[in-house]
């Protein structure tokens, strides 16, 4: 007579195996998650309303102007493809480093990324003022890089008890780099420009200063490809290991793209606090934690999101701006809250 309990194992479901990312129950799961959908198309048609109605909206009328078309040229369409890039890639960054971290509340604004990108700037500003914008985005690039990767070492050389410390060590680790680049620059006296910097805005993305921005697309398209590499490294040194994968080198590759987006962005546009933490928090609500099916509702409400806020900018106190960062800033600071609220609420 058979024992009830093996019966009982037999019939118990058994979870489901993990598989390398390229395998046919990968591709599988991704077909399930359904990328392409009816509310993905809805808003696609949202974010490319923002987009469209941010050609036309400026102090500068471009239809009865006598130089109306080359001022739509000139300041139009260069910064409208920034916010459309600097958006998606900021997004995708947090969405990137939330996922290697494991933690919700760290991005580049909460982990002293853009602090370390602003001192990278400063750097050059002061070593060599005369190198071209190329330079400034070098320096910037290799000090985020720096900033982030001793972020990343010191999560996992340091074992936190709460998620909730992980973004305040950020926070801090960032406060000192900024009180760093304080004292340079008025040490220097580049106060203002540093001001300027932390300010944020669009308003200086102009024909012949804003095509370095285009870099940032390889950051996207490289996400894209290594989505599943960065879902596997989330699990865990071990898990990764098991299934073939290098986990220092997926984090390694992670830290480049999330510095290569927070240099270029910061040095064409300034600081976007926040962006990346009300972003992915927002869609992983709705959506769940998948990244590969998350991307582009990540990419889509990242540009929705910075050019709503570059609207309310232009339009508040026409025919002056408010920065876009400082929008930002009382959005992401409120939806921070919210989140901190939500997480103890539900454990």
């Known amino acids: 007579m058979p024992d009830p309990a093996d019966s009982r194992r037999a019939a118990a479901p058994r979870p489901p195996a993990l598989v390398p990312p390229g395998t046919a129950s990968a591709r599988d799961g991704l077909r399930r998650g359904r990328l392409l959908s009816w509310p993905l198309l809805a808003g696609l048609v949202v974010t490319a309303a923002l987009v ?11 239809f009865g102007g006598r130089d109306g078309s080359a001022m739509f040229g000139i300041t139009r369409v260069p910064r409208t493809v920034a916010l459309v890039l600097a958006g998606a890639a900021m997004a995708m960054s947090g969405l990137v480093m939330q996922q290697l971290a494991q933690n919700r509340f760290v991005e580049p604004t909460t982990t002293g990324t853009t ?14 003022p005369g190198a071209p914008l190329l ?6 690039i290799l000090t985020a890089f720096a900033g982030t990767a001793v972020f990343f070492l010191f999560l996992r050389r340091v074992s936190l008890r709460s998620s909730l410390i992980v973004p305040i060590v950020g926070i801090m680790l960032g406060a000192i780099v900024s009180a760093i680049s304080t004292f340079l620059a008025l040490s220097a006296g580049l106060m203002q420009t540093m001001g300027a910097w932390f300010l944020g805005s669009f308003s200086a993305a102009l024909q012949g200063q804003y095509e370095p921005i285009w870099a940032v ?9 290594a989505a599943d590499r960065f879902t596997v490294a989330g699990l865990g040194q071990d898990i990764a290991a098991n299934l073939g ?10 830290t480049g793209l999330i510095a290569a987006a927070s240099g270029i962005v910061t040095v064409v546009v300034g600081n976007l606090p926040f962006l ?12 769940g934690d998948d990244l590969r099916s998350n991307l582009p509702w990540v990419c889509l409400l990242g540009i929705a999101t910075v050019t709503a806020c570059d609207l309310v900018g232009r339009l508040v106190v026409m025919p002056f701006e408010i920065p876009v ?23």
């Open 135 to 140: 330079g400034k985005m070098a320096g910037a």
């Open 245 to 254: 994968l290098h986990h220092g080198r997926i984090v390694l590759l992670g």
């Open 115 to 128: 602090e370390w990108a602003g001192l990278g700037l400063l750097l050059v500003l002061i070593l060599a």
């Open 52 to 62: 469209a109605l941010s050609l036309f909206v400026g102090v500068y009328d471009i």
């Open 217 to 225: 697309l390889v950051v996207v398209v490289a996400v894209f490809i």
């Open 325 to 347: 960062a400082t929008i930002l800033s009382i959005v992401g600071a409120a939806v921070f809250v919210l989140l901190l609220l939500r997480r103890r609420r539900h454990g």
């Open 276 to 287: 990346g933490l009300i972003v992915p928090n927002i869609v992983s609500l709705f959506r």
